[in-house]
């Protein structure tokens, strides 16, 4: 099978893609190398949908961020994902930030940002009670929005693939040939054919522009890693909208925001690193973001930490995301450096790289049978989500939505058998995690995660030493009979 | 749906309790027991080694054992159980909603609940302990379950975090299975787990107990590759230049016991910070009129044979309150924590008029001391309680008991609050 398209990496600019495409007269799939959608920046970011004014008026970022802002919402709901526009705030700290706070004002502006104001001391604490009493001001965008990066992401693939696009996991590309107008594109044991590429591989999209066959090219990525802290339920609700600092040359700096699931959230550093995957945690990493978050909130208690996690940042060495048709490959088209605002501009950036396809001679029209939900039957819903009737009905038709395996976040084995079943089945533990919470409550799977994993084999047909974390070596149990210790 | 008595758990706590409710006048058919797993015997059921009850039943069992004999009791006593069944929610006034397969989603009321969840483990998260995230980072007891109950292995070369109980324990247990423990460390000075567990788990097989350290990094991207330990100083922070780094595949993480308090504090039941648990008086009665709490949801037991014990005290409590047998209260002492305690249970004593027996207060120091003596004081510093001690630990649970004459002592000189403390002699 020849595709029309093929995107690499399924990262929200990847998934995004595919699901435009997925509405459209031509074939797709999409090759990640991740055991999921959704396994580089699209995981692990600050899960913000930028207003818009951060960007220079002009520049592509500016444009995909604030349209993206309105698509994504459009999106979400079509998807059943929550996306709450929450606001956001530019917090500044006396006369210094006025100037700044200022100047971003004008550029949202510029860039069309809707119900931008600034604001003054009283009407901030009126409506963030635990900001500090040092806060003076601050630039209030109420677009701003904040949701699940990856559980949206998750389940525009899922919608993609419902429309008939391909997904191959676990194919990370390591080759690439072209004959004939076609791109042969292998993992050294696969290949796929397509007509046309698109390259979304984030902080690795350089190098896959090398792979393709790109000679010179002009874009460099330095990865740069940013660290947060997440904050357990009971705290969720100390900040009202997302909060920044005014940004520096090294940032947007230390943010505190509320989280679609009612966690709170600090973080990011900025920390420019060698080994693109390399998402550790670091001590002073944690502390320097506890530091920064104490500054907007001084009561935020870091003893109500339940966890830590880090994204890495696809950094180019320009200004904007580099978006374009390959000059040297036709039929190929980059999306590399796409940093923040990467997410929020999503729909917006597939959009546009649909339009770069056609520039390219890739033709299609509107399907007129495009279905916007994840499954035929639409979004199904998770057992916690149901209402009571929709609770007691789902048990009586099926028994498994009455077994609760994740007791911390309320998961039910109908709702992990339902993942298993989906059209991206869900066969690691973090696949798990990351469409039904499970294993990421309190007790951070200490309870369910040896049920989760019997639950998969069984489903499988397999024995619980092929269940993994997240594919890959990331192995959990071995069967009691082997031999231990063997490596003394 | 109505239950004169619901008790929600049915590990050791909850069937004590409901035992102990029957054996005061309540009759089976008004208790309703509700219990998440497929099984009752909550926690114990996993674990296979011996060294329960031997205060409860003077010899030593399995935890499947001991537990077994729990539900022998609550079937003599014509107790059924609910197994499969999980409480979402509680209520101030007393309404439980639980779901499960066979009976839905499902809102009952009740004179009187017991609570008796248990508690759950700390996590990595919790200790923030930096690092990359790979698999093969497990609490001790995911480790158990995994070995005893699923018949795997979580990894073969070892690095425990913590030297509670469950931990010194799953030291041993994966030793025998045939993997290599290459440590254990402990962030104190001392070690939270039993004296015997330390012996009997870790210098019989030779596995070293490193104190004062603690893990400052993890390797590995897929898989835990490595974990790197250093030395802590007096504030518990690492000593740069003592870092050791073991080539390993697992880290088991025993830092400690939770009890599992959401439902509590969903019913705005008020909880102890220094327990965890609920603020409960010597029946075990929570500040909520007609909840009860006891197990490791109160606070976390080393034995369960104590777990036994006061589970007993809340049933009969809970059954008297129903049968409207319940001597009022003429008034209330509260207990505080002195000089080396960290905590004590109850926290408040509700004196009857008439009170008919002692009161045994339970609680727990704060560093280890040798040569002491325990006493409970009033508020005029009279001291009212003394016992001599060679040696105390934060590992071991302490009890000191108020005589009936004390307590009618204090309800007449309408005293405040009593404290126990420590004196080092
Ligand atoms: C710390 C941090 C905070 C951020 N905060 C925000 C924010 O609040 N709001 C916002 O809008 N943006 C934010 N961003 C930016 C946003 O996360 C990214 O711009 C966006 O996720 C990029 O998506 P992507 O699909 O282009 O790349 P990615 O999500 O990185 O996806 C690339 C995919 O390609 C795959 N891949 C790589 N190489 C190969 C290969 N050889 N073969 C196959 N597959 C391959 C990867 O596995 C990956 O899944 C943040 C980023 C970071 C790191
Ligand atoms: C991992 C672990 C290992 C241990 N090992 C030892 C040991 O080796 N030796 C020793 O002496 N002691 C050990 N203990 C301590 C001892 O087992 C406990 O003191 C004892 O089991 C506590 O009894 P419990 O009934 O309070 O709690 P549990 O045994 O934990 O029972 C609580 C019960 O409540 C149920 N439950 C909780 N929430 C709900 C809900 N919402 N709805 C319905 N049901 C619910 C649970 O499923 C469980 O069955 C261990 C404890 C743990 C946690």
């Known amino acids: 099978m020849i595709y029309d398209v093929l995107i690499i990496g399924a990262g929200v600019t990847g998934v995004m893609t595919a699901r435009y495409l997925s509405g459209k007269t031509c074939s797709v799939a999409v090759c990640e190398a991740g055991c999921d959608v959704a396994m580089g920046a699209t995981r692990a970011n600050s899960a913000i949908v930028h207003a818009g004014y951060d960007a220079k008026p002009g520049t592509l970022k500016a444009r995909l961020n604030v349209r993206g802002n309105k698509l994504m919402k459009e999106i979400a709901k079509e998807l059943g994902v929550e996306c709450k526009a929450v606001g956001s705030h530019v917090v500044g700290f006396g006369e210094e930030d006025a100037k700044h706070l200022k100047e971003l004002y004008e550029r949202g502006i510029a860039n069309g940002v809707p119900d931008l104001r600034i604001i003054g001391q009283d009407e901030l604490r009126a409506m963030e009670p635990n900001i500090s009493a040092e806060a003076t001001m601050s630039l209030w965008a109420p677009s701003a929005a904040i949701t699940c990066p990856y559980g949206l992401t998750i389940a525009a693939a899922e919608c993609a693939a419902t429309n008939g696009v391909d997904f191959y996991l676990n194919f990370k590309v390591t080759d690439s040939s072209h004959a004939g107008g076609i791109y042969y594109i292998t993992n050294g044991q696969q290949t796929i054919a397509a007509r046309y590429v698109v390259n979304c591989a984030g902080v690795h999209s350089a190098e896959v522009a090398e792979i393709l066959g790109e000679h010179d090219f002009p874009i460099y990525i330095q990865p740069r890693r940013g660290e947060y802290i997440v904050m357990d339920k009971t705290c969720g609700k100390m900040a009202n909208s997302t909060l920044f600092v005014v940004p520096s040359s090294k940032g947007k700096g230390i943010l505190v925001s509320p989280t679609v ?27 320097e973001i506890t530091e920064g978050a104490l500054r907007l909130m001084p009561c935020v208690d870091t003893r109500n930490a339940i966890t830590s996690f880090s994204g890495v940042r696809p950094t180019p060495n320009i200004y904007d995301f580099y978006i374009k048709n390959s000059e040297q490959l036709p039929g190929v088209v980059h999306a590399v450096g796409v940093e923040s605002p990467g997410f929020a501009s999503g729909p917006a950036t597939a959009e546009y790289i649909a339009e770069l396809l056609t520039d390219a001679g890739l033709q299609f029209t509107d399907k007129d049978n495009f279905i916007p939900t994840r499954r035929a039957d639409g979004n199904p819903k998770l057992f916690r989500d149901m209402t009571d009737e929709e609770k007691n009905a789902a048990i009586r038709e099926n028994p498994s939505y009455g077994k609760i395996i994740c007791r911390c976040e309320t998961v039910t084995e109908g709702d992990i058998l339902n993942a298993l079943n989906s059209p991206i089945p869900a066969v690691t533990l973090d696949m798990q995690k990351s469409r039904n919470r499970s294993g990421m409550g309190r007790c951070q799977g200490g309870f369910c995660s040896p049920r989760v994993v019997a639950i998969i084999a069984e489903h499988e047909n397999y024995g619980l030493e092929n269940v993994t974390k997240r594919g890959g070596g990331s192995w959990l149990v071995v069967p009691k009979n082997t031999k231990g210790g063997d490596k003394e | 749906m109505h239950k004169k008595l619901i008790v929600i758990g049915g590990g050791p706590a909850g069937l004590a309790a409901a035992v102990s409710a029957v054996e005061n006048g309540l009759s089976p058919e008004d208790i309703c027991i509700l219990e998440r797993d497929s099984e009752p ?8 080694h011996a060294g329960f009850g031997l205060h409860r039943f003077g010899e030593e069992l399995t935890g ?31 309404k439980v909603t639980y779901v499960s397969p066979e009976t839905g989603y499902v809102t009952c009321s009740a004179d009187a609940v017991i609570l008796a969840m248990g508690c759950r483990e700390r996590t990595r998260g919790a200790l ?25 292995m979580p990894g073969k070369r070892v690095v425990i975090l913590g030297s509670g109980d469950i931990g010194l324990i799953m030291a041993r247990r994966m030793t025998l299975e045939g993997a290599k423990v290459l440590c254990v460390c402990e962030l104190m000075p001392y070690s939270g787990g039993l004296a015997r567990n330390i012996v009997q788990c870790l210098e019989d097989f030779d596995i070293p107990l490193y104190l004062s350290h603690t893990v400052t990094a993890i390797g590995g991207k897929d898989r835990v590759e490595s974990v790197t330990v250093a030395q802590v100083d007096e504030n518990r922070r690492p000593i740069p230049g003592t870092e050791v780094t073991y080539d390993c595949d697992t880290l088991l993480l025993s830092v400690g016991l939770i009890p599992e308090n959401e439902l509590t504090r969903g019913a705005g039941v008020a909880i102890d910070r220094m327990t965890n648990g609920a603020f409960v008086n010597q029946n075990r009665e929570t500040e909520i009129d007609g909840i009860y709490a006891c197990g490791n949801v109160l606070h976390v037991h080393d034995l369960v044979d104590f777990v036994s014990e006061e589970a007993a005290i809340a049933g009969r409590a809970a059954a008297e309150k129903i049968l409207g047998k319940t001597a009022p209260a003429v008034h209330s002492v509260s207990v505080r924590t002195g000089f080396g305690v960290r905590y ?30 325990l006493t409970i004081t009033d508020g005029n510093g009279n001291v009212l309680v003394k016992k001599a001690k060679s040696a105390v630990a934060p590992g071991e649970m302490e009890s000191l008991s108020l005589s009936v004459e004390s307590l009618k002592a204090l309800a007449d000189a309408k005293c405040e609050t009593i404290t126990v403390a420590l004196e080092e002699m």
């Open chain 2, 41 to 48: 015997g909550g926690i114990l059921n996993q674990c296979i």
């Open chain 2, 128 to 152: 923030n302990i930096p690092g990359s995230r790979p698999a093969g980072i497990f609490t001790a007891g995911t480790a158990q379950r995994y070995v005893n109950m699923e018949g795997y």
């Open chain 1, 261 to 287: 699931d009612g966690n709170l959230l600090i973080g990011p550093n900025a920390y420019a690193i060698d080994d693109a995957d390399d998402t550790q945690t670091t001590q002073p990493g944690l502390s």
């Open chain 2, 344 to 373: 004590t249970i109850p926290e408040r004593i509700d004196i009857p008029a008439e009170p008919a027996e002692e009161v045994r207060l339970f609680f727990r120091v704060t560093d280890i001391y040798k040569k002491v003596r």
């Open chain 2, 64 to 94: 499947p054992e001991y537990a077994g004999r729990y539900i022998e009791m609550a079937k003599a006593a014509g107790l059924t159980i609910t197994v499969n069944a999980m409480v979402l929610s509680l209520t101030d006034d007393k």
